[in-house]
């Protein structure tokens, strides 16, 4: 071997070392996580350290929304990239699959293009039918914190125990299953989204032999409100406050909005009649900083594995959620409650790092930032835009964001202004600068007509009629199989 044949045969290898290798992703979600972080100043008092710490190591987006606001619809949209205007899919009870047999989501889109791609916890919609199991390597199911309410129909993987003495831990008897809050009489590591920790701890643990797409999916802080009582001693309750409210906040509210207000005003009126609103608020806060816990111990089984500086980290949360907000404990609203969501991303590529990006982005974006960040082919269509211009220009100009809840129901949300739209023409607007409660309707002053055309001209022109529920199919959990049902 002459020399210049001994330099190929060694720069060969170190060619090949240094060749671009495509980046990982870490998916961490939390479920109805709304604004109450510290670092998007939601709650004052809040107590979330871990996220905190992440948004100051990556891009935290400070007015991110969600594409709907609830699980379902948001996550469906998330992971397909289409919006619910485009796939007709607007509540819990619409599969995905059996309507769009084809559809390319974003955990399959990476497996197509050579990641190994793994999951655990709630990533798509938590009930049987949701999830198929050819998105993924691997995948783990969400395992759930009151076993003794899960409906075998819906979580055939849960093992039924009976509820444990002193349930409901809230007081409140008969008071809509899931909707309790409280400590359990158990072990901290025996909370369900723990078994997700421990799915992440172990395969981030382990070296991987192509690069691969992660998603974690923490229940909390979705109801109900379990958590460890040290997550609620950080919130005496004599130093918890209810949020603001007005009595008369909602006469200036078109019917449909209304009637969004109202959904399942029934356990808003009990928990405050029964003088359980600040306990309600508290079981809240101890939910989020047990969600924060969990969500730290992945962050950290990340940052000390041999994946930390090549991995795309992702913090989002679904949907948002109100405790009081509009006489109203839900999400289910195109107001800010429900649709302002934390949204951190932390690159490799650490010059995107420092300011918060303070322009309204939607999660709707990831899918195509996650393609174009690692390099894959884009998907023909994806509703959402991608991040990166706003990555590398903190100033990158962006188009408003739309949220949507049922057909032709959708907000349009800029930095200063939230435009809210309904089928029967009525019509919300809120200056979130001067107004961040959303207190005060402006849709009906005629000096906003033209501002209000304009916002009204970023909303879907068209919405899909819902696509058919679950009630119009048999579904197999244990062939992963739909049937759709003879029509009548
Ligand atoms: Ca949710």
């Known amino acids: 071997m002459n020399r210049r044949q001994l330099l ?27 604004d109450w972080v510290g670092c998007l100043k939601g709650y004052p008092g809040v107590q979330t350290p871990n996220i905190d710490r992440l948004a100051r190591g990556g891009v935290l987006f400070t007015d991110a929304h969600c594409p709907a606001p609830l699980c379902n619809p948001s996550r469906t949209a998330i992971l397909t990239g289409l919006r619910p205007s485009t796939t007709g899919i607007y509540n819990n009870e619409q599969y995905w699959r059996p309507n769009y047999p084809n559809l390319v989501t974003l955990p399959m889109h990476f497996r197509r293009h050579g990641y190994h791609v793994a999951g655990a916890g709630k990533i798509f919609h938590h009930v049987a039918g949701f999830n198929p199991p050819d998105q993924w390597d691997e995948f783990q199911l969400q395992q759930f914190d009151d076993p003794w309410y899960r409906r075998a129909d819906w979580y055939p993987w849960n093992k039924r125990i009976p509820a444990p003495p002193g349930h409901p831990f809230n007081g409140l008897s008969n008071f809509a299953g899931e909707f309790d ?10 909370y369900g989204d723990q078994h997700a920790v421990r799915f992440a701890q172990s ?8 690069p691969f797409l992660l998603a974690i999916g923490l229940w909390h802080p979705h109801i109900p409100l379990y958590a460890p009582q040290r997550f609620f001693d950080l919130y005496p309750e004599a130093r918890v406050h209810v ?50 816990s969990l969500a730290g111990d ?43 969501v934390p949204l951190i991303l932390r690159a490799p590529q650490a010059r995107f790092h420092g300011a918060p990006r303070t322009q309204p982005v939607s999660t709707i974006d990831l899918y195509p930032t996650l393609v174009d960040l690692c390099g894959l082919p884009s998907p023909d269509r994806l509703d959402g835009i991608s991040l990166r211009p706003l990555l590398e220009n903190k100033s990158a100009p962006r188009p408003p964001v739309v949220s949507t809840h049922l057909p032709g129901t959708h907000c349009v949300i800029t930095n200063r202004w939230r435009y809210i739209t309904y089928p029967d023409g ?15 309707n402006l849709a009906s002053l005629p000096r906003h007509r033209a501002l209000i055309a304009g916002l009204a001209r970023h909303a879907p022109a068209s919405s899909m009629p819902p696509v058919p529920d679950n009630t119009q199919f048999n579904f197999d959990f244990k062939t992963h199989t739909y049937q759709r049902k003879a029509q009548p």
């Open 298 to 340: 992945v962050i950290n089984a990340l940052d000390s594995s041999p994946h930390a500086s090549n991995t795309i980290l992702v913090f989002w949360s679904d949907n948002g959620w109100h405790l009081g907000e509009k006489q109203h404990v839900h999400k289910s609203t195109l107001w800010q409650r429900s649709t302002h």
């Open 243 to 292: 949020p603001l409210t007005r009595d008369d906040d909602l006469t200036d509210l078109p019917p449909l909005a209304q009637k969004l207000a109202a959904f399942r005003r029934d356990e808003f009126e009990r928990i405050r009649s029964t003088g359980k609103w600040k306990q309600f608020v508290r079981a809240y806060l101890a939910a989020i900083s047990f969600a924060d």
């Open 426 to 440: 009525a019509a919300e607007l809120y200056d979130r600068r001067a107004d961040r409660h959303e207190f005060t």
């Open 181 to 190: 809050w409280g400590v359990l009489p158990t072990a901290e590591k025996d």
């Open 203 to 210: 395969f981030l643990a382990r070296p991987q032999s192509k």
């Open 8 to 34: 190929a045969s060694l720069a060969a290898p170190l060619r090949a070392a240094s060749a671009p290798s495509r980046p990982n992703v870490l998916l961490l979600s939390v479920d109805d996580l709304n």
